[in-house]
């Protein structure tokens, strides 16, 4: 289920040296990536390399639809690297964790352990060091995933559709083929783990690339002018409010659109009051064709579910495994 599995080893050995209680591990388990025995009790184990705040999300997602999920069972994650609010996602879900640092949250019938502080002594891990998950990468992958025939494209229809450089195209293919994520055969190219890919590129999405997306944050009193003013203008409706239309399932709190024209006249057409903790965030579109339905009135399902699993928010969480569920 991982393949590198030193991580596990000496997140155990760091707990065991600062609290100095007897664990034995064991990895033989098909189910889950091995069990954890902690002074007799037994924890479930998922193995992640890394843990920041998008990650925390996916997993949690991954431990509640587990086939043999049990509220009363011990789950733990055990991971090289937890960010500050992966652990508080964790602590609110009452899942266990640990990390190579030492640091963990433990608490059951018979332990309660917290051990806070502990820092690495290595750089963290960064999925987003890897080329093919850098901003040019981000972009064409979004393509591939969102229309089941690029794979077909040439080049440079690929450079065109996600107006990048062809040469990045052909090196970020290359680096695709190479990581297993595309097969190429004597006549075309094939998407292969599509259902990883997906993940990843949602995960890299929110760490590098949206970020970079954002333009300016406002207050809106009147948000139901954002839904029924849109149907002809250039932007687009993303997060809780675009899913709140396509599901039914969720009450929109915070607001998120796409939009590349000027901010003042949209700003003067809504009556946007400038707010740096404004319920209103605009970000800058990235994408060049339009790939969803709806008379591109909301953005593509695959970028709802991606601006879903961004948020600490169990709602958002669960809409966003709707929207899985149904397809992407």
């Given at each position: 289920?991982?393949?590198?599995?030193?991580?596990?080893?000496?997140?155990?050995?760091?707990?065991?040296?600062?609290?100095?209680l007897t664990i034995e591990f064991n990895s033989n388990r098909g189910e889950y990536d091995g069990i954890v025995d902690i002074e007799g009790e037994h924890f479930y184990m998922f193995?992640?390399?890394?843990?920041?705040?998008?990650?925390?999300?996916?997993?949690?997602?991954?431990?509640?639809?587990?086939?043999?999920?049990?509220?009363?069972?011990?789950?733990?994650?055990?991971?090289?690297?937890?960010?500050?609010?992966?652990?508080?996602?964790?602590?609110?879900?009452?899942?266990?964790?640990?990390?190579?640092?030492?640091?963990?949250?433990?608490?059951?019938?018979?332990?309660?352990?917290?051990?806070?502080?502990?820092?690495?002594?290595?750089?963290?891990?960064?999925?987003?060091?890897?080329?093919?998950?850098?901003?040019?990468?981000?972009?064409?992958?979004?393509?591939?995933?969102?229309?089941?025939?690029?794979?077909?494209?040439?080049?440079?229809?690929?450079?065109?559709?996600?107006?990048?450089?062809?040469?990045?195209?052909?090196?970020?293919?290359?680096?695709?083929?190479?990581?297993?994520?595309?097969?190429?055969?004597?006549?075309?190219r094939q998407l292969k783990n599509r259902e990883e890919l997906l993940q990843k590129w949602v995960t890299a999405y929110n760490e590098v690339l949206k970020p970079k997306l954002f333009?300016?944050?406002?207050?809106?009193?009147?948000?139901?002018?954002?839904?029924?003013?849109?149907?002809?203008?250039?932007?687009?409706?993303?997060?809780?409010?675009?899913?709140?239309?396509?599901?039914?399932?969720?009450?929109?709190?915070?607001?998120?659109?796409?939009?590349?024209?000027?901010?003042?006249?949209?700003?003067?057409?809504?009556?946007?009051?400038?707010?740096?903790?404004?319920?209103?965030?605009?970000?800058?579109?990235?994408?060049?064709?339009?790939?969803?339905?709806?008379?591109?009135?909301?953005?593509?399902?695959?970028?709802?579910?991606?601006?879903?699993?961004?948020?600490?928010?169990?709602r958002n969480r669960e809409t966003a495994q709707r929207i899985l569920d149904k397809g992407l």
């Amino acid at each position: 289920m991982y393949r590198d599995n030193d991580y596990i080893y000496e997140a155990i050995a760091s707990l065991e040296d600062s609290s100095k209680l007897t664990i034995e591990f064991n990895s033989n388990r098909g189910e889950y990536d091995g069990i954890v025995d902690i002074e007799g009790e037994h924890f479930y184990m998922f193995a992640r390399k890394d843990a920041r705040l998008i990650h925390a999300n996916l997993i949690i997602n991954e431990i509640i639809n587990h086939p043999n999920y049990k509220a009363n069972k011990n789950y733990i994650v055990v991971s090289d690297f937890i960010a500050n609010e992966s652990k508080e996602v964790f602590k609110n879900n009452k899942i266990n964790y640990l990390d190579t640092s030492g640091n963990a949250f433990i608490f059951s019938k018979k332990l309660k352990v917290l051990i806070e502080g502990r820092k690495k002594s290595k750089n963290e891990v960064n999925s987003s060091n890897v080329k093919i998950f850098q901003e040019a990468g981000i972009k064409l992958i979004y393509v591939l995933l969102t229309n089941r025939g690029a794979c077909k494209c040439s080049l440079r229809e690929l450079a065109a559709n996600a107006g990048i450089a062809l040469g990045s195209v052909s090196n970020i293919m290359k680096e695709l083929e190479e990581a297993d994520f595309i097969i190429k055969t004597s006549k075309e190219r094939q998407l292969k783990n599509r259902e990883e890919l997906l993940q990843k590129w949602v995960t890299a999405y929110n760490e590098v690339l949206k970020p970079k997306l954002f333009r300016k944050a406002y207050q809106i009193k009147n948000t139901n002018d954002l839904v029924m003013n849109n149907s002809n203008s250039s932007y687009q409706i993303g997060g809780e409010l675009a899913a709140a239309e396509i599901t039914n399932y969720l009450i929109p709190k915070e607001y998120e659109i796409y939009y590349a024209d000027e901010l003042i006249d949209f700003a003067k057409q809504f009556k946007l009051i400038p707010d740096t903790n404004g319920n209103l965030k605009i970000y800058n579109k990235f994408w060049v064709d339009e790939t969803n339905a709806n008379n591109n009135r909301i953005v593509s399902k695959l970028l709802i579910y991606a601006d879903l699993m961004g948020t600490n928010n169990d709602r958002n969480r669960e809409t966003a495994q709707r929207i899985l569920d149904k397809g992407l």
